[in-house]
């Protein structure tokens, strides 16, 4: 079973940035497709971006290109999402997943590892 830790949110003027890291445990995430979901009051949780198990494939949901970063570093078991240009919109509760898989996953459906999640607050 892996265990997963977000943290690194917190509140940030629109305009700024934020590093998430998620810390995985219990095993090693090298097998894994990794993935940061969020999900704001009210509405569904959503996909922001994926990370192939070697790194080499990444996804972003459209609102995320040019401004988001994901990141793996499998010796340490963790993954990170740099969030740069903030906007309010980006405002919500950030989710860790974790998915043996090959391949890369959308939905949080396709998931099996969740983390708690940490709180992005952009503010203007």
């Known amino acids: 079973q892996v265990q997963l830790v977000e943290s690194g949110g917190g509140l940030v003027q629109a305009g700024g940035s934020l590093r998430l890291s998620c810390a995985a445990s219990?095993?090693?995430?090298?097998?894994?497709?990794m993935a940061w979901f969020r999900q704001a009051p009210g509405k569904e949780r959503e996909f922001v971006a994926a990370?192939?198990?070697?790194?080499?494939?990444?996804y972003f949901t459209d609102s995320a290109k040019g401004r988001f970063t994901i990141s793996r570093d499998n010796a340490k078991n963790t993954v990170y999402l740099q969030m740069n240009s903030l906007n309010l919109e980006d405002t919500a509760v950030y989710y860790c997943?974790?998915?043996?898989?090959?391949?890369?996953?959308?939905?949080?459906?396709?998931?099996?590892?969740w983390g708690q999640g940490t709180q992005v607050t952009v503010s203007s």
């Open positions: 997943a974790a998915q043996y898989t090959t391949g890369l996953y959308f939905t949080p459906t396709e998931y099996t590892h």
């Open positions: 219990g095993h090693t995430i090298s097998n894994y497709a």
């Open positions: 990370i192939s198990r070697s790194g080499r494939s990444t």
